[in-house]
């Protein structure tokens, strides 16, 4: 598509200096981008194995592999890795640190020595949970409910916790940064409704960051003082309030679901304009439907406690709220699918992750309404219809989304494309691996099989060996973008500067782009996603547009 | 109400039918989402496919009156499962006045059950077929979950507490229960068994071996009398704490104008804070039990102030423990 003839620019942020030093000592934001990049797939990784032994270990209704104890450990240290130290971090660090300040036309953050102090505090709490995690395991699960965090559990829990707290400070720091960049950073010309829907949705998810972090850390210092020191805040024998502790974790960790899935959503609201080459349809709803997530996400928390014994006014007003939420969801949806009418749409591989994208969040989203509506929670609550539901929603999403941002933007990254039949290919073996690994669990929750069990009734085998082995297909999955994306970073084809072509201000300079960013400060002069007045794309306006354009 | 489905598990509560029409109901709502858009995508993908390299799209940037369509369209929707959902909730919520009381307490890693006149199970549970059952869940350590996949429904079992959960079986039979609430290392093997009985049956089972175990209204009158409680509580109301009799059910006024229903969950505080809720005229004079007490001798407490009613508690089967409340 690109002239053939593509070279790399002479000098460029990936050989601008040499050195192990110019890496850990870089404030370049796309370096730290970078930094991310390769330690939030070692976690994905760590994650993944976990993932792996699990799915092996339910192949069989007694439990093939490992003793209950270990099996609890697994799941725990599985949730962790890949929540705290994979997902949150992944989109909004890796590809909103490199692209945030390319979008809006900045050299840099606001503050890129914090940007890189964030990247080394992530470093400590993830080392911390990598010691918790060699040094006794840890079998909470995820959500660490007391009293069974707090008192209960022999597993390595305060230095897990203290991984997460200090992790917290990452996510606060680069939240701030972001916020201050896209306030005060925009290039002339780059009014709020020209932003890249990528950047409106990192601004809503830092929201989150700055306003819900602060708490889920320290609640968990309190169960860890709670651990240590006895003190008595959730603890009924102490006087404390166990399910006090569950309002306080899920004030943040349900607005960490939007955490994980705006910024997806930005990503996909950034290709399918592309791929479709016409404005995305709805700019404004889009963009205020990011907000409105991140701000309603805020008073749902309580429907994850309907069965807990909260009052029956408590989950009548949770349950309406959460429906709430679901509307601005509902509308990206639409929007998305109405950008394809009368578009010239293309097959490339990010498009394909988009409409991945759409499928699985369609599948999770929808059912996210099944666990809101209060009657029918009661049955499917805690089972693993919720486990299908939230990885629909945080794998299918997010990591759907997340991957195919790093194939949309790859070329801008790394100034190389990769090999686009195998990568369409792993995009499809993604997609029908993940159904296949997770769409059995619906079932199996709706049959009453409860998670979190180290062994099950025998009835539930055949859905499980379906389950594990959608797994080992979704695995190949992820592995061969890992494998050709490193690939192409030196053997891959020279990109150009604009290879899709895209209308983003990352796209008008070099791939990749020099450390400063832009040879001169750009000017904005025309509207988000506009490819009519486009000349400098060297695109053709459609021969028929007066017979069915319509607007 | 509705036949078996595949992919549904065994209805035997009065709660299945319910949950399982709701069910239903999402799923044709989402199920005609989902194909309505993957029909949209493919068809506009086969239909829009770019044809020539340097083609682009007809620029169209979006349509109020389809935006205020599928804003209110889905709100529609999302209002009647709201609305339905909370009909079957609050239905859950509220046990019927005339329940079967028993009390289910949860340790790591069993179910101990006790029935109304005192019969004790471990990892069982027998109940009549057609009657009203109320469970009242404690727990003597970490959360825990009571789940009867088959009727439908599950409760959390908090620690410090009582959550009280109810059913009414449908149909005779052995019904699995779980731990639904991840508790650590034997989490999984928290599971035992609902049996549902034809009533006679259930009669029988109940005084089968009733003389093995201690009546709990019998052991509650021992306690109370033990821990001096009949000291401060007269019966005649002329004590420095207020009479029991026929307490419970009842409305009770307390000091700071409001009132509470007197059940199981506040007789249970009134033991271990008793400062938490003062009755209007008495005074905070009362010693906390906290820590003196177990869940079992707890439950054997309320158990007599229960049967200090206008009518004694028979200890036998179905139709026993009426609770007074109309």
Redesign the interface.
Known sequence: ?QPPDQKLPETHYLNATYGIRSWLLTTDHKRIALLYLASVTFFFFVGGIFATLIRIHLLTPEGYLVT??TY?KLFTMHGVAMIFFFLIPSIPAVLGNFLIPLMIGAKDVAFPKLNLLSWYLYITGGCFALYAFSTGGL?T?WTF?T??SS???NSAVAPAIIGIFINGFSSILTGMNFVVTIHTMRAPGMTWFRLPLFVWAQYATSIIFILGTPVIAITLLLAALERVLHLGFFN??LGG???LFQHLFWFYSHPAVYIMILPAMGVVSEIIPTF????I?????IAGSSIAIAVIGFVVWAHHM????ES?YS??AF??LS??V??PS??K???W??T????????DTPMLYA?GF??LF??GG??G??L????????I???YFVVAHFHYIMVGGAVMGYVGGLHFWWPKITGKLYPEFLARAAAIILFIGFNLTFFPQF?LG???M????????PEFQVLNVMSTAGASILALGYLLPMIYLTWAMRYGKVAGPNPWPATGLEWKTASPPPTENFDVTPQVDWEPY???NRPDL?????AL?PA???? | MQAQLPFYPEQASNFAPNVDSLMTFLILVSVFFSVAITVAIIYFFWKYRRQQQHEIGVPIHGDLRLETAWIVIPSILALAMFSWGAVVYVDYRHAPSDTLDIYVSGKQWMWKIQQPNGRREINELHVPVGRDVKLILASEDVIHDFFVPAFRVKMDVVPGRYNTMWFRPTRAGRYVFFCGQYCGTSHANMIGWVTVMEPPDYAAWLSGSSNADINPVAAGEKLFAEKACSSCHVSNGTGRAPSLNGVYGGTVKLADGSTVTADETYIRESLLAPNAKIVAGFQPVMQSFQGQLSEDQIQSLIAYIKSLQSQPVPATGAGVVTTGKK
């Open positions: 598509m209950p104890e609890n079998d699960g409910y009293p069974l008192v209960y559990s009924p024998a309030d166990p399910i479709a080459r016409k404005p349809f709805g700019y404004a709803f309907f069965l807990t014994g029956t989950a009548l349950s309406l429906y709430l679901a509307i509902a509308i949806v639409f929007n699918t109405s394809l009418y009368k578009g010239s749409i293309s097959f409409f759409i499928g369609l599948v929808l059912t309404l099944f809101a509506c209060l009657g029918l929670d009661i049955h609550h805690d089972t079932v709706y049959l009453g409860p998670r979190r069990y180290h062994n099950y009734p506009d490819y009519k060297g695109l053709v306006p459609p547009a069915h354009g319509d607007d």
